[in-house]
């Protein structure tokens, strides 16, 4: 199967799961704030239509466009440090060690800036949902076939490429990419597999959970982006399939549970917290898996992946509405309003501050107090 047949399964089960046949979304009830929080910053991009990863280097947050602009904005006051341009519409983006920024075509263009400057360009074979990671003088991407590629950070050479056979179908949605130490973690299918960087072999290979079903898209289980980790345990979610953790230093799994749901998972070492289909929300003991609390005040709003922000779990919503529940109890302390649009990013936190995009292209920055 091509990457484009790749591609439209996964865009098909999107699409399905945000069909006009899907209840109203729960009204919001009057919130007293249990706590203060306000907007330190905004700036704006052109609309996000991609998977987009905010990384924060160095007190500097990357951000991309769905029209090829990437920024580096000031974390504390979102000044402009520098601006690039990709060069095309954006499928994926962006990764970046600090001084390096990556992002992938709509053209199956990998597209590398340094410092806003384009340095070099790459041809992909297939389609690209997952913001590039940089690290370690590379250059690593992961397409919707799953296959991995390594590149040399400064010319673009492609060093190696890594593909685990057997994966008949893949989500067209953002996966797993990162390191651990001296390896690369990588999520294909429902196993998260250590690489060697140098080289691209199998360090070895640990399964979230197992696949269900009677064919092949009912089967689907891929990682979800972004992992979480919480010292050497890695936490993710399986698409529609479960939520767990697995043990990096050993490649052990540590725990998993049946659990459908689409986005990826947040938490911190207390609690493991995501949202379901429904966008039931339900938080698990990080160490064992058992559940702590559950919330369904919010279903059927869209939920982003979440973020803990100390004691506090933080999801967005399809109306641009920032939540913030006490991770505790899950009952909602406090809200704060975006520019209206969805939230399309999980919420990322840089010390005390929270960062969120938006569909219209609105970046925002809270602190919770």
């Not at 009912?218 to 982006?225: A, C």
């Not at 995501?274 to 898996?289: E, K, N, Q, Y």
Request: proline share 4%.
């Amino acid at each position: 199967m091509g990457a484009r047949a790749w591609l439209a399964v996964g865009l098909a089960l999107l699409m399905a799961a945000c069909s006009s046949d899907r209840p109203k979304p729960t009204p919001l009830a009057a919130l007293t704030p249990k706590i203060a929080g306000r907007q330190i910053w905004q700036a704006r991009v052109d609309s996000v239509r991609m998977p987009l990863a905010m990384p924060v280097r160095n007190g500097v947050v990357m951000v991309a466009g769905g029209d090829g602009t990437v920024l580096a904005l000031d974390l504390q006051t979102g000044r402009e440090q520098w601006r690039g341009q990709a060069g095309g519409k954006l499928s994926a983006g962006v990764g970046s060690d600090g001084r390096f920024a990556a992002v992938v075509t709509v053209d199956n263009e990998l597209v590398v800036l340094d410092k806003g400057v384009k340095a070099w360009t790459a041809k992909l074979e297939s389609n690209t949902a997952t913001a590039p990671f940089v690290a370690g003088e590379r250059v690593f991407v992961m397409g919707v076939d799953r296959a991995v590629h390594a590149f040399d950070l400064l010319d673009g050479k492609r060093i190696w490429t890594h593909q685990r056979s057997g994966e008949a179908l893949t989500l067209a949605q953002a996966g797993v990419i990162t390191s651990f130490k001296d390896t690369l973690l990588v999520g294909q299918g429902a196993m998260l597999v250590g690489l060697d960087p140098t080289t691209g072999s199998v360090r070895w290979e640990t399964a979230l959970t197992s696949p269900r079903g009677t064919n092949e898209v009912e089967r689907l289980n891929d990682l979800v982006g972004p992992v979480l980790r919480l010292g050497d345990v890695f936490c993710a979610r399986a698409f529609q399939t479960a939520v767990g953790c697995i043990a990096a230093n050993n490649a052990t799994l540590k725990w998993s549970r049946l659990a459908g749901g689409q986005q990826a998972v947040g938490g911190d070492a207390d609690v493991l917290v995501g949202a379901d289909a429904s966008d039931r929300i339900t938080a698990w003991r990080s160490t064992s898996g058992d559940i702590v609390w559950t919330n369904e005040t919010m279903l059927y709003r869209g939920l982003s992946a979440p973020v803990v922000v100390g004691k506090t779990v933080v999801f967005g919503d399809t109306e641009g509405q920032l939540h913030f529940l006490d991770r505790d109890t899950g009952q909602a302390v406090l809200r704060l309003p975006t520019d209206g649009s969805p939230i399309v990013a999980a919420p990322v936190l840089s010390g005390s501050t929270v960062l969120v995009a938006t569909r219209n292209g609105g970046i925002f920055a809270f602190r919770p107090e």
